[in-house]
């Protein structure tokens, strides 16, 4: 028997707004947000980030305010980026317990305990030449000598009250090293989110000037993953997952929509997508001008990241999205 037209018209639950709810697959909700916010140095800073409008820079004695923001809307964790007072070739400010991310996480767990605290571990931002470890003959990042010091941001984030670290770095074997001195510390029962499927991608212009964090030479491309391949970010997650990633992240998002999908059919392991700043920048610049609708496009990009499979999405877009859940 034929199911085509008249016999079947898809119109039919189309043609209010509760039939259309009540057929709807893919449900985006304020839970499903993590806001990503960039603590630096000094007392009574809020800068706005030029290069992601709508975003700030915040001292930690100010930090309190968008997180108060954020718990009042629901949404359930934030993650921290670092710019720290100081650099050197080591990138030792980064496991310094009274630079901003540290301090930042003391004074949110005390004031919302029940946020959940997320933080960035990668040397990029607190290295005087801007990548990712520590560098060989100052051209090569070598990635052994790099992993203890990742270990050490890591542990350095959970002892200031981080309930989860999120590695960025894209190093050989840094899940391992940082779930075995979590373990070693005590500290079993913390996260970790790995950045499994990172691309050397054009999208993070925007972050990296926010972060001060571009390479001073070179670029990132020998150890981030080629924006061409596929099969490849699947090897990285099944390796994230043997050496002990609670959460995977597909990073960017809305060029990889191939990747987090497959991630999220080949792997029982919950997926987290970075919407990152030139995707934010794009939306906001565009709508700046009047030539898109930006909540209509915002939420149908929110819609898309979960349709492929997402459970997390990382946005700047968080604070935006989840006054609108409301609505």
């Not at 005390?110 to 946020?115: E, H, S, T, V």
């Not at 964090?213 to 099944?238: C, F, I, M, T, W």
């Not at 059919?265 to 906001?284: D, H, I, Q, W």
Request: net charge negative; proline share 6%; aromatic share 8%.
């Amino acid at each position: 028997m034929s199911i085509g037209y008249p016999t079947y018209r898809p119109r039919r639950l189309r043609a209010s707004a509760n039939l259309r709810a009540m057929i709807c697959e893919t449900t985006l909700n304020v839970k499903d947000l993590i806001y990503p916010l960039f603590v630096v140095p000094g007392e009574g800073i809020k800068n706005e980030i030029e290069t992601l409008p709508g975003n700030y820079h915040w001292s930690v004695d100010r930090v309190l305010e968008p997180v108060k923001e954020a718990a009042e809307l629901g949404i359930p964790a934030v993650l921290l980026f670092g710019v720290p007072s100081y650099k050197d070739e080591l990138g030792s400010s980064a496991w310094d317990m009274n630079e901003p991310v540290q301090q930042a996480c003391k004074i949110i767990k005390a004031n919302y305990p029940d946020m959940v605290i997320i933080t960035d571990v990668c040397m990029c931002e607190y290295t005087s030449h801007g990548h990712c470890g520590v560098l060989e003959h100052g051209c090569t990042v070598e990635n052994d000598q790099t992993l203890p010091l990742l270990a050490k941001v890591a542990l350095s984030h959970v002892e200031a009250g981080a309930d989860m670290v999120a590695p960025s770095n894209m190093m050989d074997g840094y899940v391992k090293a940082i779930r075995e001195a979590l373990d070693g510390a005590g500290y079993y029962q913390i996260p970790i989110m790995a950045y499994s499927a990172k691309f050397a991608s054009a999208y993070y212009g925007p972050f990296r000037a926010a972060a001060d964090s571009a390479p001073s030479h070179g670029d990132r491309k020998g150890y981030q993953e080629d924006p061409a391949n596929s099969d490849e970010a699947l090897r990285e997650v099944a390796l994230d997952i043997e050496e002990g990633a609670d959460i995977v992240m597909v990073k960017p998002a809305l060029a990889f929509l191939d990747i987090v999908q497959r991630v999220h059919e080949t792997f029982n392991r919950p997926l987290c997508v970075y919407n990152v700043s030139g995707e934010y920048a794009m939306v906001k610049a565009a709508a700046q001008r009047g030539w898109i609708d930006e909540k209509r496009i915002v939420m149908e990009t929110m819609t898309g990241f979960k349709r492929a499979g997402a459970k997390m999405i990382i946005t700047y877009h968080a604070l935006d999205v989840a006054r609108w859940l409301k609505e």
